[in-house]
């Protein structure tokens, strides 16, 4: 490993020449040991390519099948819009709520600020506001996946209405989707609850937490502890939504019940593993390089018209001051929205591959629908 080394003198020469180097020499260390741990990455990467091709091969199938359902039904990316906005107004309704009930405490001027108040949570009061913040959780998950078993639906009903094997192409209804997701709200409750359940104790366990991290001071054991049990908690929350994305999706094909179908996805999924892995390993790469794609250019758009207006010119009359909470900004809206949008491209591919799983269990190995994509490489 390249390494610089420079003795300092007698009369302290070189001191601060040495330190420097010295940060070098460590930096060069951990370039070498991130490079070398990329490089096993990304060889146990392409073992996995390879041992599993075919597995791939479906892979790319499904997700090239999922575009195309959407470049079939474009008026499906207005779901998510229209049920982010409806989680928009019910935080804003909760937010007057749960003000309501904060005042409910007793509420006194503060002892050395007259302008400022103290309030002190009582016990029934305490109560009520946790129940509300479990309220407004369940809700918001509720709208969440009511949205995707739209998308799940309407996908579905293009894998059924296509025969690909004759190369012919159905279509997507997506209102069959809407009267579907009123039909099966029960479900949709169900699944919505069991991860307010999940991410109302991981936010109890933050709160709890970050008060055990401030009173042990500056203790590395402690704040080691709240880390891994807060990557733990996070895996979970990560699992049953997941879990619960599978079994609305194959409901969404045989209209089951929810926990019936949560098995029966289960025992798919074993049977399928392979190409389960791939295809929802394959898509949330995608969708992530797309939400990067995204925020880069619209990044780039910012800086560029910065730039022609003279905003990052310091002797211009607009001039800005700092760039930094711009950009920022605009990065994290730009993030958010193609985050929205393209959850349409993850959920349609869990759905089609759900899909085509079924229609060959059901007809013994081979299958009699889908889009023609499928039958490229899944023959």
């Known amino acids: 490993m390249l390494s610089i080394e420079l003795k300092k003198r007698e009369d302290g020469t070189f001191l601060e020449e040495s330190q420097e180097l010295a940060d070098l020499n460590q930096k060069i260390m951990y370039l070498y040991v991130f490079t070398g741990v990329s490089a096993v990455i990304t060889l146990i990467y392409m073992c996995l390519i390879f041992c599993n091709c075919t597995a791939l091969k479906k892979a790319i199938d499904v997700i ?6 959407l470049a079939k039904t474009p008026w499906i990316v ?4 229209l049920f982010f906005l409806l989680q928009i107004i019910a935080v804003k309704l909760w937010l007057v709520s749960y003000f309501f009930v904060v005042s409910m405490n007793k509420i006194e001027p503060h002892s050395t600020i007259p302008q400022m108040k103290t309030f002190e949570w009582e016990p029934e009061v305490k109560w009520m506001a946790i129940y509300m913040f479990f309220g407004i959780l369940w809700v918001t998950a509720w ?10 639906v309407s996908s579905t009903t293009y894998y059924f209405n296509s ?18 997701a009123i039909l099966h709200t029960g479900s949709l409750a169900i699944a919505a609850f069991i991860i307010a359940i999940v991410r109302l104790i991981r936010t109890i366990f933050y709160y709890i937490a970050r008060k055990a991290e401030e009173s042990s001071g500056d203790n590395f054991a402690v704040k080691a502890i709240v880390r891994c049990a807060e990557c733990v908690l996070w895996c979970i929350e990560k699992i049953c939504d997941y879990i619960n994305s599978s079994a609305l999706a194959y409901q969404a094909v045989t209209g089951e019940d929810f926990c ?17 892995t791939f295809v929802n390993f394959f898509a ?4 992530f390089m797309g939400k990067v794609s995204i925020t880069g250019a619209n990044l780039y758009t910012c800086y560029a018209l910065m730039k022609a207006f003279g905003n990052l010119d310091e002797g211009s009359a607009n001039s800005v001051s700092s760039t930094l909470p711009i950009f920022l900004i605009v990065g994290a809206v730009t993030y958010l929205a193609a985050s929205v949008f393209l959850s349409i491209l993850e959920t349609a591919v869990l759905s089609m591959l759900t899909s085509h ?12 629908y889908g889009p023609p994509t499928f039958y490229e490489n899944f023959a």
């Open 163 to 180: 025969n690909g094997a004759e190369g012919e192409e159905g279509s997507a209804e997506v209102g069959t989707g809407y009267k579907f």
């Open 64 to 69: 090239d099948a999922a575009s195309d359902f």
């Open 143 to 152: 709208l969440e996946y009511m949205c995707k078993f739209i998308i799940m």
């Open 260 to 276: 019936e179908s949560a098995w029966k996805m289960l025992l798919l999924q074993i049977k399928y593993v392979g190409t389960f």
């Open 357 to 368: 799983a079924i229609d060959l269990d059901i007809n013994n190995g081979e299958p009699k």
């Open 78 to 81: 207005l779901t998510p819009l």
């Open 284 to 287: 949330k790469v995608f969708v």
